[in-house]
């Protein structure tokens, strides 16, 4: 099993930054891949972005290329999401979420990934 648990949603004016981390422990030795995504009130949960495990691969929704950018430090079993130029149209809970299986490539599917944390709040006010 693996738990994540992320940090760092808040409260932010148009065009602000914010970064979100997400810490896994466990058996994070089976997580290939690690993402987030995001859910708006009414929406259904959407694919933001994900990191292979050594780093090499990175996949990004066409909404947050060139805003947001996924990292992770495998030393510290930590992901990162930095947002800059953010829209409220970003609102939503963000997750971050792992993939357990052994994959040539990163999936994009909400079902491909098997373990999630609670989720955190990020606010864009206009």
């Known amino acids: 099993q693996v738990q994540l648990v992320e940090s760092g949603g808040g409260l932010v004016q148009t065009g602000g930054s914010l970064r979100l981390s997400c810490a896994a422990s466990g058996r994070t030795v089976d997580i290939y891949a690690m993402g987030w995504f995001r859910q708006a009130p009414g929406k259904e949960r959407e694919f933001v972005s994900a990191?292979?495990?050594?780093?090499?691969?990175?996949l990004y929704a066409d909404s947050v290329k060139g805003r947001f950018t996924i990292s992770r430090d495998n030393a510290k079993n930590t992901v990162y999401l930095q947002m800059n130029s953010l829209k409220p149209e970003d609102t939503a809970v963000y997750y971050c979420?792992?993939?357990?299986?052994?994959?040539?490539?990163?999936?994009?599917?909400?079902?491909?990934?098997?373990?999630w944390g609670q989720g955190t709040q990020v606010t864009v006010s206009s």
């Open positions: 990191m292979s495990r050594n780093g090499g691969t990175t």
């Open positions: 979420a792992a993939d357990g299986a052994l994959r040539s490539a990163i999936r994009v599917g909400i079902t491909s990934y098997h373990y």
